[in-house]
């Protein structure tokens, strides 16, 4: 059933002993809303944890901290901004149907989840979490605000892409008067950037290529350079919306080379083609600027499978 934000923080009040989900490769939304939320079932004297089936990158420790399993299994499973099951990583097989309530943002949002509460305009789950917890009846403390002013700014690059809205203004502002520390989680999460990083970032732009009359960008990301540059995983955080900012460019596309040989896919779209779109050809999905999916290697054969779907979808948009 799909609840709307008071529905859900009703739900939340009558609920104890509650697993919160992140998804898998965590970012500053699943992760804000996630810890947004487990703070605020603690303070309210309620018993919950959080899991997810990777670690947390070192740059949010500010408003991370160690979290203790729940000593039963969870009363309660909610999942924070993951729009399928398969994000859920190493605990989609423990969890994938035991889900309650799912909050979340995505419009390729699969409503796995008994209950839903999404809204597909919102510029983060963070934004419709800060709603959801006002109306837990709880205080919006400072680590609460920070949490969650890093979701909803990271998901909406600074509050510079489409998806930022009036509303997600509105939500930044509460934040701020709430005590997130905007300046410093900024500088942190856009103007601050790892040694590693900058190499790796150098080593993907010198092999950019463009195609379809220099409409498409795309960066390739292997192995080998996260061997060479000493980077990590989180390092690539932002690195796909890099082939976006080049003039005249609509789709962006990052092929990220992983452990297994597969080809994870970032696409980031300017004006008018749907990422999600292209990202569903291949079981993916996401936003309509942003999205992704995961492709079988080697490297060159799925790039031209990715190629012509953004080659049909450029094409469809110029008729």
Known sequence: ??????????????QDNVLILMHKNPDGDTIGSGYALYYALTDMGKRA????SDPIPDKYGYMTEPVQPLTEEPSFVV???????QLLGDLEETYATRVDLCIDHHMSNTLYAKDTCLYKTAGATCEIMTDIIGKLGTDITKRIAD??????????GCFKYSNTSSHTHLV???LIEAGADYVAINREMFDTKSKNRLLLEQAALSGMEFH??????????TREMFARTGAKEADLDGVSALSRQVRGVEVGVMLREKEDGSIKVSIRTTS???ASDICRHFGGGGHIRAAGCVLNGPMEAAKARLLE???AALKEQAK
Do not use: S
């Open 172 to 174: 930044a502002a509460r």
């Open 309 to 311: 779907q953004v080659e």
């Open 212 to 221: 379809f009359d220099d409409r498409c960008a795309v960066i390739t990301v």
């Open 1 to 14: 059933m799909k609840l709307d934000t008071r529905q859900a923080a009703e739900l939340l009040k009558q």
């Open 49 to 52: 944890a959080l899991a997810c």
């Open 147 to 156: 949490c969650l002013y890093t979701g909803t700014a990271t998901d909406t």
């Open 79 to 85: 999942a924070v901004d993951i729009a399928d099951v």
């Open 272 to 274: 008018w083609v749907n």
